[in-house]
């Protein structure tokens, strides 16, 4: 079992890393493979609502986010971290999470997530909202742990000494470990994800 850890922060090594490396080390613990993606530095595009990830299951642009979808298969959980900016995720990783999901939440159906967020003072609260809007859409299972996912810091040495968030980031690593062991022993038992009906889309003016 696999789970892809993506940090949305332009810091490689910073507070959301220091959250995120923690989980990664209790999944770890509980004989899961884990893998820290970072987004980097360079600039990530928003979706440009094209719809040809409809035909192809891939991004017209060629970059990070195609790169995470070619492991998407592989991975049977996502923990997506990101620092607060503006009491909402960075601006790169909601460009990567728009695109990445947007025409492709089928790659995700019954795969478990959880959102992680690191920040100063406030605004943590919006944040992880925002990325969970993203689980829920796309029918993943969301992993909760004794708080908020989030931590407190504008270090890693300050989120270190954050005691109750590094705890919450050890909670959610177990859970989320629990959890994808629950699955699989189910799906050894004949229970699989829901096939569920054929989606109804309707607006407001049909
Ligand atoms: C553009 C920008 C906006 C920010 N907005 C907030 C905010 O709304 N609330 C907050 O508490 N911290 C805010 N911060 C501070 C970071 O969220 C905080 O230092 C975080 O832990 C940094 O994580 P990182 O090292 O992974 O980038 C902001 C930082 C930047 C660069």
């Given at each position: 079992m696999k789970v892809i850890?993506?940090?949305?922060?332009?810091h490689a090594k910073g507070c959301t890393y220091t959250a995120l490396n923690e989980v990664a080390k209790?999944?770890?613990?509980?004989g899961i493979e884990t893998?820290?993606?970072h987004l980097g530095t360079k600039p990530i595009s928003g979706c440009l609502a094209c719809g040809k990830c409809f035909e192809t299951?891939?991004?017209i642009i060629d970059d990070c986010v195609n790169e995470f979808l070619?492991?998407?298969?592989?991975?049977d959980g996502f923990v997506f971290g990101s620092p607060v900016h503006y009491a909402a995720p960075s601006g790169q990783l909601v460009s990567f999470l728009h695109r990445a999901f947007y025409g492709k939440s089928h790659l995700f159906k019954g795969k478990v997530g959880a959102?992680?967020?690191s920040c100063r003072r406030g605004g943590a609260a919006t944040a992880f909202d925002q990325i969970n809007k993203y689980f829920t859409i796309s029918g993943m299972p969301v992993v909760s742990s004794q708080y908020w996912n989030q931590v407190?810091?504008?270090?890693?040495?300050?989120v270190m000494k954050d005691e109750e968030g590094m705890q919450t980031m050890r909670t959610l690593g177990n859970n989320m470990?629990?959890?994808l062991k629950c699955i699989e022993a189910g799906r050894e038992k004949g229970i699989v994800f829901p096939k569920g009906e054929k989606p109804i889309r309707t607006d407001f003016i049909r």
């Open positions: 850890l993506v940090n949305g922060s332009p209790v999944l770890q613990k509980n893998e820290i993606m299951g891939k991004c070619d492991k998407v298969p592989g991975a959102a992680v967020v407190h810091g504008s270090t890693p040495e300050e470990a629990w959890l």
